[in-house]
């Protein structure tokens, strides 16, 4: 991480969570597709749509090329995943995290699923994005799951800092509590409003 010009100077290398996140994407087979996630309503195909979704918003969100894919809710409809998208999603994530690597996206304002807010949140949201759903991606297809490290704190530290804003409901769920020895991953799912015990329903 390094500090530049921002509201806390903060910005990022994304590049070793996409790749991490990439990986988890590929290792996704047809039969996986239908099966259950830590987000209630979504099976696998509909949090793979989420993430090819969210994945172009904030890869434009970071160009300040603002149009259809930043404007749109994410609660709009029922994401699912389009034709290509073992192609096209871990592409979009490439190209994500080159957007976000030149300084200028952690700056001035953007927009993202409908909303306009600073560069530097922007980004700040994304790297929560990228590193909770892997998380959620990992425990719904049984795979291992090592985030990169520096995202992980960015996210924790990001979701810690929303405890107390009354705002916080239509975003996340009610924080779950979890042992403050516990890894940093288990925290940043507890504070994102998920079980870090969840677990497929054999």
Not at 63 to 92: H, N
Not at 147 to 153: F, G, I, N, Y
């Amino acid at each position: 991480m390094t500090d530049t010009a921002g509201t806390t100077g903060t910005t990022l290398d994304l590049g070793p969570q996409t790749e991490a996140l990439a990986q988890l994407v590929a290792g996704v087979t047809d039969e996986q597709l239908a099966d259950p996630t830590p987000c209630p309503e979504y099976e696998v195909r509909h949090l793979l749509g989420h993430l090819a979704g969210l994945t172009v918003a904030f890869r434009d969100a970071a160009r300040k090329d603002l149009g259809a894919t930043t404007d749109t809710s994410p609660d709009s409809a029922l994401p699912d995943i389009a034709p290509g998208w073992r192609e096209e999603l871990p592409k979009a994530l490439a190209e994500l995290a080159e957007g976000w690597r030149d300084p200028a996206a952690w700056t001035g304002m953007t927009r993202a699923g409908g909303v306009d807010l600073p560069g530097e949140v922007a980004g700040l949201v994304a790297t929560d994005e990228l590193v909770i759903h892997g998380w959620d991606l990992a425990r719904a297809t049984g795979r291992s799951y090592a985030p990169d490290q520096a995202a992980l704190q960015v996210c924790h530290d990001f979701l810690a800092a929303s405890v107390d804003d009354p705002e916080r409901g239509a975003i996340f769920g009610p924080v779950v509590p979890v042992e403050p020895d516990a890894p940093l991953l288990d925290r940043a799912v507890g504070l994102s409003g998920r079980d870090p015990g969840w677990t497929r329903t054999p």
